[in-house]
Every structure is written in structure tokens, then in C-alpha cells.
């Protein structure tokens, strides 16, 4: 039988789990424009941002399986509405992990005040990310056309994905 994934906020000894997936994903090229040779100080300090920001791991039987970092979209006027990234190890993926961090950080975003959540950047053809984010109440607003080189695909668009919350 398998231990239910468990979302709790991330801590700075967690991101030697969370580096090996991140790396493997930036390098993948295909979902996040992070540069490649980013190192693992430097990846940590853009995931493991400061408040009002805040990290999130997904753990399974003590392993991190995943991540998520949600906080205000801009600055100032507009920061009552939220931004998310998130992150699944490869060797996770299919298991719901996507899906149950999400809905973790819509819940914390909508009790810490957001008003709503936008996607700034969702790879057009990341459609299994697409497609989550569109079970989760989202919907393309926009597409930002030839924004985003992927490995395979070469140049595709940035879908700009939003949700009242």
C-alpha cells in the first residue's frame, strides 16, 4: 500500500531533494526558460523564494516527489493576484502529484487574500500541464506566439493561463 502524498511548506534542508529534478527538467527544455547552467545556489534562490512567497514540497513515504512556489504575480497594485510554478520529479509523474499541488496552493493562495491566479508562462505544448491547469478552473487568455524555444518542438507559444479564486 502506498503512503498518501502529503503537501507541507518547503524547508531550506529540502532543496537538496528538490535540485536533482529541477536541473533534470531546465536541462529537459521544454517547460521552463530558467538558463541551463543555472547553479544549485542560484536555482535556489529563484524557487525558494522569500515571503510573501512560499515554497511547497509533496512528500510520499519521506521522499519529496515534487514542488510549488506561489506568491503575488507583481508588485504593488497588482499583488492581489497570485502566480504558482511548480514541478514534479519525472519518476513521480502520473501518480496525481501535479493535481494535489495545485489544489494546495489555490487553497493557500485564496486564504492568504488573492483575489485570483495567473499563469504567466505555460509551454503550449506541455499539454498534460495545460490540460490540469484547465481541470482546475483555469482558462488561456492569451497566447503569447513563438515566446518559449523548446528541444523538440523548437519555437512555440506561452499560453497565459487565469482563475478567479
Same mark, same amino acid.
Given at each position: ?6 503537501? =507541507?511548506?518547503?524547508? %531550506?534542508?529540502? !532543496? *537538496?531533494?528538490?535540485? %536533482?529534478?529541477? =536541473? /533534470?527538467?531546465?536541462?529537459? #527544455? $521544454? &517547460?521552463?526558460?530558467?538558463? $541551463?547552467?543555472? &547553479?544549485?545556489?542560484?536555482?535556489? /534562490?529563484? !524557487?525558494?523564494?522569500?515571503? *510573501? ?6 512528500? $510520499?513515504?519521506?521522499?519529496?516527489? #515534487?514542488?510549488?512556489?506561489?506568491? %503575488?504575480? =507583481?508588485? #504593488? ?34 486564504? /492568504?487574500?488573492? =483575489?485570483?491566479? /495567473? ?8 499539454? #498534460?500541464?495545460?490540460?490540469? !491547469? ?10 503569447? %506566439?513563438?515566446?518559449? $524555444? ?16
Amino acid at each position: 500500500m502506498t503512503a498518501k502524498v502529503v503537501v =507541507r511548506p518547503a524547508a %531550506p534542508e529540502d !532543496w *537538496p531533494a528538490i535540485w %536533482p529534478f529541477f =536541473r /533534470q527538467i531546465v536541462a529537459d #527544455g $521544454e &517547460t521552463y526558460a530558467y538558463p $541551463e547552467d543555472l &547553479t544549485s545556489t542560484a536555482a535556489k /534562490q529563484l !524557487w525558494m523564494e522569500p515571503a *510573501p512567497a512560499a515554497t511547497f514540497v509533496a512528500v $510520499e513515504d519521506g521522499s519529496v516527489l #515534487g514542488s510549488a512556489k506561489s506568491g %503575488p504575480n =507583481r508588485p #504593488g497594485r497588482g499583488s492581489h493576484v497570485s502566480t504558482a510554478s511548480f514541478m514534479v520529479d519525472p519518476s513521480a509523474r502520473g501518480k496525481g502529484v501535479g493535481r494535489t499541488l495545485g489544489e494546495h496552493v489555490l487553497e493557500w493562495a485564496r486564504t /492568504q487574500g488573492y =483575489r485570483s491566479m /495567473q499563469f504567466n508562462a505555460v509551454v503550449e505544448t506541455n499539454t #498534460g500541464a495545460v490540460k490540469l !491547469w484547465q481541470a482546475l478552473g483555469f482558462e488561456i487568455i492569451g497566447t503569447v %506566439p513563438a515566446a518559449f $524555444e523548446s528541444k523538440t518542438h523548437g519555437l512555440v507559444g506561452l499560453h497565459v493561463m487565469y482563475r478567479e479564486l
